[in-house]
């Protein structure tokens, strides 16, 4: 069966189409970016995690409102 682990640079490609869609609606994560530490072990499944980091509430009051509404769309 193939490996299909998520690579640094899928991760990281991830990280940057969520960046760029939270930008979007005017929303900037700072800390957003790939966990290196998620590569270091072997994790089944792979973990190839995306840090988001802290944010203030209005970040997060903007982030429920975003996805809100992204859902309501669907």
Do not use: K, Q, W
């Amino acid at each position: 069966m193939p490996d299909r682990s998520p690579t640094p640079y899928d991760v990281t490609l991830c990280v940057e189409n969520l960046r760029t869609a939270l930008a979007l609606h005017g929303i900037t994560l700072p800390s957003l970016r790939v966990e290196p530490a998620s590569f270091a072990g072997t994790y089944s499944p792979p973990a190839g995690l995306v840090a988001l980091g802290n944010c203030n509430t209005a970040t997060a009051h903007a982030l429920a409102t975003a996805l809100r509404g992204t859902a309501a769309d669907r």
